[in-house]
């Protein structure tokens, strides 16, 4: 597992607080692109764009919040990837919905994604997918 370094989580921290308020638009882009990606995803999520897009906001701030958290990390993820499981999420689905992220960030903040920022959310995606995964089987 390649792991963050504290420049990473500096870049993933400091846009954040460019992109949490950019958080309709994101939403709006992120599950089009999703599901555009994959139709076959849509079904799992209930219906309201509202409800949609609190839960994309905790996913990006559960990955926000738990760079400073790193030994409560694994563990929540585990169980987090678990849970999902219930949600009828299959592992391929965690590189779906991640490049639907990275997408959706990119279209809607595409200053504050520079390459660099856009590397640091890959990376951060890529381990907590990883962590879930992990946790589903
Ligand atoms: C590291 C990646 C992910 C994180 C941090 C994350 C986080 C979350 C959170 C916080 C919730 C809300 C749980 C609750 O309501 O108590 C949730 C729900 C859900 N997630 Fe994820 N998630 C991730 C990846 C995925 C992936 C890959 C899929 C596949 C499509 C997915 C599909 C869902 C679905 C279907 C729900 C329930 C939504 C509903 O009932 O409408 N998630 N996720």
Redesign the pocket.
């Known amino acids: 597992m390649e792991s963050l370094t504290e420049h990473d989580k500096k870049l993933v921290q400091r846009s954040f607080t460019h992109i949490a308020p950019q958080n309709e638009d994101i939403a709006a882009v992120f599950y089009a692109r999703?599901f555009e990606l994959d139709p076959d995803?849509e079904h799992?999520?209930?219906t309201g764009l509202d409800?949609?897009r609190a839960?994309l906001m905790?996913?990006?701030a559960?990955?926000v919040n738990a760079l400073d958290a790193p030994e409560a990390l694994s563990q929540s993820?585990r169980e987090?990837?678990k849970?999902?499981v219930s949600?009828?999420?299959?592992d391929k689905?965690?590189a779906?919905?991640?490049e639907a992220l990275i997408w959706a960030l990119r279209k809607v903040c595409p200053a504050v994604m520079t390459p660099t920022v856009t590397q640091a959310w890959e990376k951060t995606?890529a381990l907590?997918?990883e962590?879930?995964i992990s946790g589903a089987h």
């Open positions: 999703l995803i799992l999520f209930s409800v949609q839960k905790r996913m990006m559960d990955l993820m987090l990837g849970q999902h949600y009828g999420v299959h689905h965690y779906t919905v991640g995606y907590f997918a962590l879930a």
